[in-house]
């Protein structure tokens, strides 16, 4: 059960769009689509942003959207606003397992 | 609206024991299936555990597997997560989630301490 690969980092300005990627094995994605993304504020619990690969759960901005080719997952922010500045994490359940992310920590220029 | 909250978090040795619970409101508790994730201080998200509607059918993380036990009370709207044996590598705040393959809701987490 080795955490799933993310950059330790990602940067953007305001308005532009950025992607984090989340690199697993086969074993962790196999033939799921049970990939979520989770967006955590210093001392916050963490906030469900899509789940399903794509599907975002009411509420959420349609400017976070996800993706998965393969054994990689893919958070993509676009018009990147100041209040996105968080950590971002990827999951996926993989029957009857679940693995995390090691985490992703956007900074908005 | 949707309310987790944990308590039974504090200091312990390591090899003692603590007893985590999750309250829960705003939805049929019965409904979902239920989780444990924890967070290292200052470091990323691990899954501990998971629990069916009625408690059939348990999972854990190898990590945990064999020294924590999770349960439930569906009469009591009540998540727990008994830890025995306890690491001082154990040190986390302890989320409550709703789901099993993704968590809509998170409570704020209870932080457990394990040192000498």
């Known amino acids: 059960q080795s955490a799933l690969t993310q950059p330790a980092s990602v940067s953007g300005s305001p308005g532009q769009s950025i992607t984090i990627s989340c690199t697993g094995t086969s074993s962790d994605f196999g033939t799921s689509n049970s990939v979520s993304w989770y967006q955590q504020h210093p001392g916050k619990a963490p906030k469900l942003l899509t789940y399903n690969v794509s599907q975002r759960p009411s509420g959420v901005s349609d400017r976070f959207s996800g993706s998965k080719s393969g054994n990689t997952a893919s958070l993509t922010i676009s018009g990147l606003q100041a209040e996105d500045e968080a950590d971002y994490y990827c999951n996926s359940y993989a029957t009857p397992n679940r693995v995390f992310g090691g985490g992703t920590k956007v900074t908005v220029l | 609206q949707v309310q987790l909250v944990e308590s039974g978090g504090g200091l312990v040795k390591p090899g003692g024991s603590l007893r985590l619970s999750c309250a829960a409101s705003g939805f049929i508790f019965s409904d979902y299936y239920m989780s444990w994730i924890r967070q290292t201080p200052g470091k990323g998200l691990e899954w501990v555990s998971y629990i069916d509607y009625t408690s059939t059918s348990t999972y854990y993380a190898d990590s945990v597997k064999g020294r924590f036990t999770i349960s439930r009370d569906n009469a009591k709207n009540s998540l727990f997560l008994q830890m025995n044996s306890l690491r001082v590598e154990d040190t986390a705040v302890y989320f409550c989630?709703?789901?099993?393959?993704?968590?809509?809701?998170w409570g704020q987490g209870a932080l457990v301490t394990v040192s000498s």
């Open positions: 989630a709703r789901g099993y393959k993704a968590d809509s809701y």
